[in-house]
């Protein structure tokens, strides 16, 4: 069996939901299970509700509800035509109807708890996922609508519950099971799951891909399809190069590194559950049938480019400490760090010498306080306006002279770079412009690593298939921190 993930854009409106339906009446011989999130925006909208609810609002909230209805409805008259839209309103109806109560409650005690907020947000992924199980009934194929309540359990960690992987499979082999023995097409919702007591929970915004990876890997599924709006994962941002393409194949490892650094398509950590089972991953285009799009798998796959992608991420601080005279540097870095611990400063690239530290953050996230906790042991400068430039490919490992390829490259595009790093898994090499470089670098780069071939360019010894030689897929030290990481 398949596990087919469509987001939210790949099933906003009717004719959305109508490509939903051929993309899986095309996939019918590989078993596959459809898991969907809310239509776009709805939960965005259900968020704003909750919150004037909550002031006390209701009147501004029920119109919410209201809106809320008529789209749906109205879609699903679209699809579905009168005598079956008519046999779903009731419930469609049912839910609308626990909604305006909850918001009414809501307006009246003025509080939403992270519990109460979960089930608010559910009703999203319930409604959508209502109306595309019909949707394909309608079009020929023998959907089923499952409650992923009933199936995914996780912990009470309510707006970012955590899977508990055995009650899971237990649950879902169960309920999903005999339906795809009986070649029936369960249809389910993401993101939203249930408690082992029953209570609704969800796995975070943005976790449609989180339940399809649970389940795939509950499942022991074949492969998991996330369906987006854009054809894969890019080998940089098409906005700043025309020479940008879809990668073909990429590592885990490298998915979470470009996540990391800028690309927004996914999040790889989410897809951790099946990567650990050596189930791949396809990311693929909802808006083009024949989208071949990523595939994301455990192992580095073979490549001739020396790269898989360059991303850069733009409105980054560069913070600069030096210490004041007097601190050793054992307790200057120690307190340079518990600062940052103090104000939950997720910091990017960090250069460390005896007496200074220069390190990058979002300058969205970069607090007043931290600065002035700093400056109370170091001189602290700020330079707003930068960017990290981050090419990324497990490919580089233990090949000389990659690093001089790239900064070659920055110094043919006559940039000037203000940081530099590359750990020692030589996944990537990172470095810091300022932010109106950012296009001619990525440019210069983009052509130099990716429009002709690996054996030229970067100077990297090939084998003789004319393919950069791969380092054995053991030692995967990323991959087993990523996988200790609680996501
Ligand atoms: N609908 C949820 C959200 O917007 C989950 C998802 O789309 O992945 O966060
Ligand atoms: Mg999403």
Known sequence: MIVMKFGGTSVESAEAIERVSEIVRS??????LVVVSAMAKVTDQLVAMGNTASTGDSGEALLSVKALRERHHQTAQALLGEKRAAALAPKLQAHFIDLENFVRGLAAVRELTPRGSDYLLSFGELLSSLIVAD??????????????????????????????MEDTREKSKKKIGPLLAKKRTPVMGGFIAASREGIPTTLGRGSSDYSAAIL????????????????????TDPRLCSGARTIKQISFNEAAELAY????????LTLLP????????????SRNLKSTGTEITAQSPPSRDVFRAITAKKGVSIVNVVASRGVGVHGFLRSVFEAMDRHAASVDLVAISEVSMSFTIESKRLAEALIKDLAQVADVNVDNHQAVICLVGEDIHGKPGIAASVFNTVAEAQVNIRMISQGASEINISFVVKEDDVPRVVRHLHDHFFSAPAKKKAGVRVNGTGRVRRRPANGRPSLRRAAAAAI
């Open 261 to 268: 650094f800028g690309a927004k398509v996914l999040h790889p």
């Open 135 to 164: 949707a394909f009934i309608v079009r020929g194929v023998k959907a089923a609508w499952v409650d992923s309540r009933e199936c995914l359990v996780t912990d009470a960690t309510h707006t970012r519950a955590r899977p508990l």
């Open 27 to 32: 996939r019918m011989k590989q078993s596959p």
């Open 274 to 285: 099946a990567i650990q089972q050596n189930i791949p991953v396809y990311v693929l285009n």
């Open 216 to 235: 795939g890997a509950a499942l022991n599924a074949d492969k998991i399809e996330i369906w987006t709006d854009v054809e894969g994962m890019m080998t």
